[in-house]
């Protein structure tokens, strides 16, 4: 499932890709990943122009010109591609597909759930998702004054506030692997436990990790607009590498199951 770097690197190149390119046109394969009908789809968004493409959390914002919104969200094993004219899509494979006045084409595939909504742009402080995401963590307003102020009285597990993305927005089960071990934290740490010195180096992890995700091109599997995949995975220091050798320390690296998540630590390195 895509995670903020993924989706920071999509929209990058959504925004070079189709920026000021125009909607002439729409196909609407699966019709409940929309907000609104198939037809109200087709008829609103014919005619936009594309003014710029931008990340939120594990969302892709797409502003409109006259004042609409087109948001995705790829849920597990999504896509956005760019493909030519010519090209045929597989109306089962492809949920929606977006035509260009260039000609070319924007396919829109979710292998699980995923989401397509168009709206006014005003309303984006209504959408059910969005308007409930907490701080884009590499945002400027996101200090660790701010950090330290979010896990005040957060009596649970560490992991599951940094999860929730109305805590914090972006991070998943990929790029929390090596940011606590960065920040030599257990994944079932109670927040309230954490010292301030340990809350700092977890600020410090998550920029770190996010902007190296960013860095790479994005995770595992993950692609932009034109399909490159990213190489952040053959950089993980612990993430999915159980049995292997802590760099740090040696120990072999360890998989264990915190409430519905697979986490991969140290368990000498982080306590
Ligand atoms: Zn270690």
Not at 114 to 131: A, P, Y
Not at 234 to 263: A, F, N
Request: proline share 4%; aromatic share 8%.
């Amino acid at each position: 499932m895509p995670e903020l770097p993924d989706i920071y690197i999509l929209a990058k190149s959504m925004n070079e890709a189709l920026k000021d390119k125009v909607i002439v046109g729409a196909h609407v394969n699966q019709p409940k990943c929309l907000n609104i009908s198939a037809k109200k789809f087709k008829d609103s968004i014919k005619g936009r122009r594309i003014e710029d493409v931008n990340q939120r959390g594990k969302w892709v914002i797409v502003s409109l010109d006259s004042d609409y919104t087109l948001v995705l969200n790829l849920g597990m094993g999504g896509e956005v591609r760019l493909h030519n004219q010519n090209e045929k899509p597989n109306p089962e494979r492809e949920r929606i597909v977006l035509n260009l006045n260039t000609g070319e084409q924007v396919w829109i595939h979710h292998w699980w759930f995923g989401h397509v909504h168009l709206f006014n742009s005003k309303d984006i402080t209504k959408h059910k998702q969005i308007s409930k995401l907490g701080p884009e963590p590499l945002s400027d307003s996101f200090t660790v004054e701010k950090f330290t102020e979010l896990l005040k009285g957060k009596r649970g597990r560490i992991k599951s506030y940094l999860l929730d993305q109305s805590f914090i927005a972006g991070i998943g089960n990929v790029y929390i692997q090596d940011t606590l071990w960065y920040a030599r934290i257990h994944p079932n740490r109670r927040a309230n436990t954490l010292t301030d010195k340990e809350i700092k180096s977890l600020y410090d992890a998550i920029q770190r990790v996010l902007k190296q995700g960013i860095r790479y091109g994005g995770g595992p599997g993950e692609q932009d607009i034109w399909g490159n995949q990213g190489t952040y995975s053959k950089h993980l220091q612990v993430g999915y590498r159980t049995g292997k050798p802590c760099p740090r320390c040696k120990t072999t690296i360890e998989e264990l199951r915190v409430g519905s998540t697979t986490s991969y630590i140290c368990s000498k390195c982080q306590v």
